[in-house]
């Protein structure tokens, strides 16, 4: 026991060593930098995220944690307090939390990042949206369901708007929610966001989108996992979803089927018709 005690102390030193070593590079990098803009604080950025040797980001747990501690000690004693880099530090330390499930933590933190925002950049939707998207998925994980879903409601008609008006963003941005309410098997959560989502994308983006589409196969999805006795309704309402979703989405061009999101949701609108034949099968 001694002897591993000792060994473990070892380790420790030598990460204590190789975090030092890798703050001190970082602190180089930075020094030969710029924040005038998003893609200087971009790579800025990568001096603390990034290991120089492999090109990998550092991995999750205690050394993200220290690196990103560190990250933002520096931005707080050299950069202004609107600075675009002292705030990305403060989102980089948030995020290093919410990736190691310290989600009490990362709840806190993600709150300064927006307050931050608000006072200083408050036209970086982006950075606004993927914050909202991180702090209801931390209240979720905590089992504060109300609280997530308050910030879902406040989050995702913004995220529609910016869909509609073309947005650089990707088609996750506006299933993520339902996604992760799904994982966590929130379904019934879930049917209510949903029944309100879905026909928000309908009359915004149209019965075509593959976003919309996407939704649609999500609540169809919803109304059938639930572990209790679902109403034929409900069945029969997850049916007419999942195989009107179904047909529109081979409507769509032969390039857009290759991306993820579609063949995702192509195998779980099967599965859902698959559920509803056995559970009328088990019915009758």
Known sequence: IVDGRR????????????????VGRARADVANGSNDNWRDANDLTDAWTTCKNCGNLHPWGPISVALSWEWWKWALATQAEASLFRGMALNGLSNSYF???EFDKAIALFGAVLSWQQRNNPSFVKMRLTTLARLSESYLEVGQVDEGLRVIRECFPERLRECKNGADMPPEMLTYFSE???????????????REQHPMARHSLGRDNVLTLALAVDLSFALVQRDCDIPREEVDEAEALAK?????LQRISFSSRSSFIFTSYVQRGDHVLRLCSELKVNAS
């Open 99 to 101: 990736d190691n499930d």
């Open 180 to 194: 992760r309410m799904l994982n966590l098997c929130l379904f019934e959560e879930a049917i209510v966001l949903l």
């Open 244 to 248: 009107d979703a179904l047909t529109r």
């Open 7 to 22: 060994r473990l102390s070892v380790v420790r030193m030598r990460w204590r060593n190789h975090i030092s070593c890798m």
